[in-house]
């Protein structure tokens, strides 16, 4: 079964910084574009950060362009998001999972549907900022 398992979430003071992993299981990463997306409450899950294959091109919702920097190494099965000086409205549960459409990572992570157009959601990893 191909899914994702996600870390590193905890509570963070506005202006902080965190890394979170996600692992992936039962497919080939190096195959398919990953994305972070989020999800506040009582909201739609939403883009956050997407890359390709290989890792060259990468695509920021315009909320967290410049502050967070998505990346990935295929070896390990790692997608990362280096997240820094964090917001409020960051606070949210956070999500990887793969495209299954052929598009650019733009158009991944701008997706209006993402429950439906990517797959191997894991059980997401909670990012509470506040003092």
């Known amino acids: 079964q191909s899914q994702f398992a996600e870390s590193g979430g905890g509570l963070v003071q506005p202006g902080g910084s965190v890394t979170l992993s996600c692992k992936a299981s039962g497919f080939s990463l190096g195959g398919y574009k990953i994305g972070w997306f989020r999800q506040h409450p009582g909201k739609e899950r939403e883009g956050v950060a997407c890359?390709?294959?290989?890792?060259?091109?990468?695509s920021y919702a315009d909320s967290v362009g410049g502050r967070f920097t998505i990346s990935r190494d295929n070896r390990k099965k790692t997608i990362y998001l280096q997240m820094n000086d964090l917001e409020p409205e960051d606070t949210a549960v956070y999500y990887c999972?793969?495209?299954?459409?052929?598009?650019?990572?733009?158009?991944?992570?701008?997706?209006?549907?993402?429950?439906?157009?990517?797959?191997?959601w894991g059980k997401g990893t909670l990012v509470t900022v506040s003092t």
């Open positions: 890359i390709s294959e290989s890792g060259g091109w990468t």
């Open positions: 999972a793969r495209d299954l459409l052929q598009r650019s990572v733009h158009e991944m992570c701008s997706a209006t549907h993402p429950n439906s157009e990517m797959d191997s």
